[in-house]
């Protein structure tokens, strides 16, 4: 039977002060270090795993940032398109239905224009194209199979600002048109792929029943009327002359943004002082519910994709970590052979996972700074990423790796010296 012995100048009280004072000799820089040491160990291991992380972390910042950079090009598109463009058309009786409430005036442009916020105003109307033959050869021939032919649409020089419109080559209809009743003639896109027309310096005649019309430009692109794009366009007056025109249709006005209000207000007084009832008036509102709504929802489908990447990190640390523990047995018999104690076994693991986590997080955070910047830049948007988010997603990967590392670190402090040595042999 053996017996311990203790120093004869040392009381039991100062032995166990100085057991304590050798446990607490493990120190936070210590652990640190030491956690250092075991990770540069092993640095394919910590590179893959801090990718990990990177692409965890990434994927949750990208996705908050890039969706906050699409819901701001949102919210400009909403503002450019629905929110400064409005349109008044003549309403129909209810009771008889083709009877119009009330008139358009042919100069319905011109009163719009003047009205506090509206930056132009365009008159469209769509002419029946049923008993008209359009071609482009001055020859028509009868006897030719019948094919797609474009519609006819009166406009109004305003009409290219009102519509947002935008020419691929020559000019729009002008007032010296409008004033002379000029014959000519702006084809949509459509319409000139079907007549065979793709430039205007020679001067290409498009044919209406015979009389010739000549083309002046090519409309390529409009956010409103998508009626003008497959349309042969003439104007307004000259329509009234040479096709029977008896009365305009769509007006179509650019407003200033959140001038909708008002101008709903007023257009219909503009247009007829004596009765301005029996119009259909469609002016854009301020920002609705809708639009916060569809924000709100693009934020949270991106968040959820997020959320699904770094949960994948998590679970991939854990199980680096776990592996990590089976094959460092020896390493920790060795520890808790010369002292180590189950809490500082546990927690220099949990300070390996976090350490990798930050790494990663840090990494994955600058890593999106320029992803979104990029993909700004090259679509031409305002890159839009609150900076505190970079902040939380660095200090977010170092948690995630101290919490996928807890069940690695509890398994590694619970294995017996003994038994850890022998294993890890």
Same mark, same amino acid.
């Given at each position: 039977?053996? @017996? +311990?012995?203790?120093? +004869?100048?040392?009381?039991?009280?100062?032995?166990?002060?100085?057991?304590?004072?050798?446990?607490?000799?493990?120190? =936070?820089?210590?652990?640190?270090?030491? /956690?250092?040491?075991?990770?540069?160990?092993?640095?394919? @291991?910590?590179?893959?795993?801090?990718?990990?992380?990177?692409?965890? %972390?990434?994927?949750?910042?990208?996705? %908050?940032?890039?969706?906050?950079?699409?819901?701001?090009?949102?919210?400009?598109?909403?503002?450019?398109?629905?929110?400064?463009?409005?349109?008044?058309?003549?309403?129909?009786?209810?009771?008889?239905?083709?009877?119009?409430?009330?008139?358009?005036?042919?100069?319905?442009?011109?009163?719009?224009?003047?009205?506090?916020?509206?930056?132009? /105003?365009?008159?469209?109307?769509?002419?029946?194209?049923?008993?008209?033959?359009?071609?482009?050869?001055?020859?028509?021939?009868?006897? !030719?199979?019948?094919?797609? +032919?474009?519609?006819?649409?009166?406009?109004?020089?305003?009409?290219?600002?009102?519509?947002?419109?935008?020419?691929?080559?020559?000019?729009?209809?002008?007032?010296?048109?409008?004033?002379?009743?000029?014959?000519?003639?702006?084809?949509?896109? +459509? /319409?000139?792929?079907?007549?065979?027309?793709?430039?205007?310096?020679?001067?290409?005649?498009?044919?209406?029943?015979?009389?010739?019309?000549?083309?002046?430009?090519?409309?390529?692109?409009?956010?409103?009327?998508?009626?003008?794009?497959?349309?042969?366009?003439?104007?307004?007056?000259? /329509? @009234?002359?040479?096709?029977?025109?008896?009365?305009?249709?769509?007006?179509? &006005?650019?407003?200033?943004?959140?001038?909708?209000?008002?101008?709903?207000?007023?257009?219909?007084? !503009?247009?007829?002082?004596?009765?301005?009832?029996?119009?259909? %008036?469609?002016?854009?509102?301020?920002?609705?519910?809708?639009?916060?709504?569809?924000?709100?929802?693009?934020?949270?489908?991106? =968040?959820?994709?997020?959320?699904?990447?770094?949960?994948?990190?998590?679970?991939?640390?854990?199980?680096?970590?776990?592996?990590?523990? *089976?094959?460092?047995?020896?390493? %920790?018999?060795?520890?808790?052979?010369?002292?180590?104690?189950?809490?500082?076994?546990?927690?220099?693991?949990?300070?390996?996972?976090?350490?990798?986590?930050?790494?990663?997080?840090?990494?994955?955070?600058?890593?999106?700074?320029?992803?979104? &910047?990029?993909?700004? !830049?090259?679509?031409?948007?305002?890159?839009?990423?609150?900076?505190?988010?970079?902040?939380? $997603?660095?200090?977010?990967?170092?948690?995630?790796? $101290?919490?996928?590392?807890? *069940?690695?670190?509890?398994?590694?402090?619970?294995?017996?010296?003994?038994?850890?040595?022998?294993?890890?042999?």
């Amino acid at each position: 039977m053996t @017996r +311990k012995c203790r120093p +004869k100048n040392m009381s039991p009280r100062l032995q166990i002060n100085a057991t304590v004072s050798r446990a607490n000799r493990f120190r =936070l820089y210590d652990m640190v270090g030491e /956690a250092i040491i075991g990770l540069s160990g092993r640095p394919g @291991r910590l590179t893959l795993t801090a990718l990990v992380v990177v692409l965890g %972390i990434g994927s949750l910042v990208a996705t %908050i940032g890039l969706a906050q950079t699409g819901t701001h090009r949102l919210q400009t598109r909403f503002d450019e398109v629905a929110a400064t463009h409005g349109v008044v058309r003549v309403g129909e009786d209810p009771m008889n239905p083709g009877r119009p409430l009330n008139e358009m005036p042919w100069d319905a442009d011109e009163r719009a224009a003047r009205l506090n916020g509206v930056l132009a /105003a365009g008159i469209v109307t769509e002419i029946d194209n049923t008993n008209l033959h359009i071609h482009a050869s001055p020859v028509f021939d009868p006897t !030719a199979p019948p094919s797609r +032919k474009p519609g006819v649409v009166a406009a109004t020089p305003g009409g290219l600002n009102a519509v947002s419109g935008t020419l691929t080559v020559g000019t729009w209809i002008d007032l010296f048109h409008e004033q002379r009743a000029e014959r000519v003639a702006v084809l949509g896109v +459509k /319409a000139a792929q079907l007549l065979g027309i793709t430039r205007v310096d020679n001067q290409p005649a498009v044919f209406i029943n015979d009389v010739p019309y000549t083309v002046i430009g090519i409309l390529g692109y409009t956010e409103r009327a998508g009626i003008l794009l497959e349309a042969v366009i003439v104007p307004q007056s000259t /329509a @009234r002359t040479t096709l029977s025109l008896d009365r305009p249709l769509d007006l179509y &006005v650019h407003l200033e943004l959140g001038a909708g209000p008002l101008v709903n207000e007023q257009i219909g007084l !503009a247009l007829n002082p004596n009765d301005p009832t029996g119009y259909d %008036i469609a002016m854009p509102l301020p920002p609705s519910q809708l639009r916060e709504q569809l924000t709100a929802d693009i934020n949270s489908l991106f =968040l959820t994709l997020g959320l699904v990447a770094l949960l994948l990190g998590g679970v991939t640390i854990a199980v680096v970590s776990s592996l990590s523990v *089976i094959e460092r047995r020896g390493e %920790i018999g060795l520890r808790r052979a010369i002292g180590a104690t189950r809490g500082q076994v546990a927690a220099q693991f949990v300070t390996e996972t976090s350490l990798v986590g930050l790494l990663g997080g840090l990494a994955g955070a600058a890593a999106v700074v320029l992803t979104v &910047v990029s993909v700004a !830049a090259a679509n031409d948007w305002t890159p839009v990423l609150d900076l505190r988010v970079v902040g939380v $997603a660095t200090v977010a990967g170092s948690l995630l790796g $101290a919490i996928s590392g807890l *069940i690695p670190a509890i398994r590694a402090a619970r294995l017996e010296p003994a038994t850890a040595l022998q294993q890890g042999t």
